[in-house]
């Protein structure tokens, strides 16, 4: 029986050298990654969240708990994203203008990577202009946006705004996601679809494209 409570020990106080050991042990032993990555890592980051919020943790700890999480998740990548399936789509993800937050927006990425779509990932902090580049330059079928603040959120709709504006809403669907995103959020602000986790967005993607 896999360990999962050590690894997020370890992910809680931001131990990368004791992940790297711990995810490369357990994949050895035939532990399936994505139980790694959803029971032990992201189980990890579930306490750090509400240490956060209520003061027990602060920006530096919680750093270094999204390090050792990342250095978790570098290991597994390369087991799941299967380089040889051929493009189902191409799909451009980022984080929303004003918002760092990058490790469920990474994870969505290397979810949807590994359900065969080539995805084109333009980091974080991306205004509606850039994601306009972005399209413009890629031409994806799905264009994703991740937030994690609720003041941020607000310029996912910016970005809808700017699609239609440029004529280009009709040539893509646009996901959203985040911790404070909801699918009423989604439907209000003009999005295609909405989904609550790293799983349900490699859902969207296959219902965006059947
Ligand atoms: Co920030 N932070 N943070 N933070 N941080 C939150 C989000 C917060 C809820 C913490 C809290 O107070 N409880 C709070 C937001 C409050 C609010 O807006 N209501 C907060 C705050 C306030 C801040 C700062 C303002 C703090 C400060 O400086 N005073 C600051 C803002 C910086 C900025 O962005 N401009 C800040 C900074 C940071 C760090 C840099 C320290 C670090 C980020 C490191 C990094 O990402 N590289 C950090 C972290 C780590 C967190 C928490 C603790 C964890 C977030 C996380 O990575 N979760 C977070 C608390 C929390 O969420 N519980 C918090 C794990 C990740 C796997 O989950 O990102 O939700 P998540 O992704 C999921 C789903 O949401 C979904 O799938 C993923 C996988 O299942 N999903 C999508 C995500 N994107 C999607 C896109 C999709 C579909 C699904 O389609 C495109």
Redesign the pocket.
């Known amino acids: 029986m896999a360990d999962f409570e050590s690894l997020s020990q370890s992910v809680i106080s931001g131990k990368a050298t004791q992940v790297k050991e711990k995810v490369t042990a357990m994949l050895e032993a035939g532990v399936n990654p994505l139980d790694i990555i959803n029971e032990g890592l ?1 189980g990890g ?2 306490v ?3 240490r ?2 209520s003061g027990e943790m602060f ?1 530096p700890e ?2 270094m ?2 390090k050792a999480m990342a250095a978790g998740i570098e290991i597994i990548k390369p087991l799941i994203a299967d380089q040889d399936i051929p493009s189902a789509g191409k799909v451009v ?1 980022g984080t929303v203008k ?8 990474n ?2 990425a290397m979810m949807i990577e590994s359900g065969g779509y080539s995805v084109v990932d333009v980091g974080v902090d991306i205004s509606p202009e850039k994601f306009i580049e972005a399209v413009r330059e890629h031409k994806p079928s799905i264009i ?3 937030a ?5 959120m607000l310029n996912m709709k910016d970005t809808i705004d700017l699609l239609k504006e440029e004529g280009l809403r009709d040539q893509v669907k646009v ?6 995103v909801s699918k009423d959020f989604a439907n209000e602000i003009g999005a295609d679809g909405f ?4 799983a ?2 490699v859902e969207l993607c296959k219902k965006f494209l059947a």
């Open positions: 992201i980051m579930n750090v969240g509400p956060f919020k920006v919680v750093l708990s999204a993800i004003g918002d760092l937050h990058d490790i469920g927006k994870l969505v994703g946006m991740s994690l603040l609720t003041t941020t996901m959203v996601g985040g911790a404070p989904a609550p986790d790293a349900s967005a």
